[in-house]
Nanobody, 126 residues
């Protein structure tokens, strides 16, 4: 079975940084397009960032461009989300997602990612 486990969430002051990690097991990590999504209270789950199998292509939501960076380490079967210049509006549960579909198909499309982690809470205080 495919398992995704997020970690690294917590409480941080506005302007600070946090790095989220997502460890994948059960399948060959390099076969997965990986993504990060988030859901704030009362809002729909939204796309944050995604990275291709090779790591050569990335996509970011406009709201996080220039502040967040997605990366992957195939040797550790882990995808990361480095979050800098955090704002209170970044507060949400962050979810890691994976899929074997082609990059051109999934990219930032939430509904096309088939595997999901349990989420990790990120709270940014003002």
């Amino acid at each position: 079975q495919v398992q995704l486990v997020e970690s690294g969430g917590g409480l941080v002051q506005a302007g600070g940084s946090l790095r989220l990690s997502c460890a994948v097991s059960g399948r060959t990590f390099s076969n997965f397009v990986m993504g990060w999504f988030r859901q704030a209270p009362g809002k729909e789950r939204e796309f944050v960032a995604a990275i291709s199998r090779s790591g050569g292509r990335t996509r970011y939501a406009d709201s996080v461009k220039g502040r967040f960076t997605i990366s992957r380490d195939d040797a550790k079967n882990t995808v990361y989300l480095q979050m800098n210049s955090l704002k209170p509006e970044d507060t949400a549960v962050y979810y890691c997602a994976a899929d074997t579909k082609p990059w051109s198909i999934v990219m930032d499309t939430t509904t096309l990612f088939g595997f999901w982690g349990q989420g990790t809470q990120v709270t940014v205080s003002s």
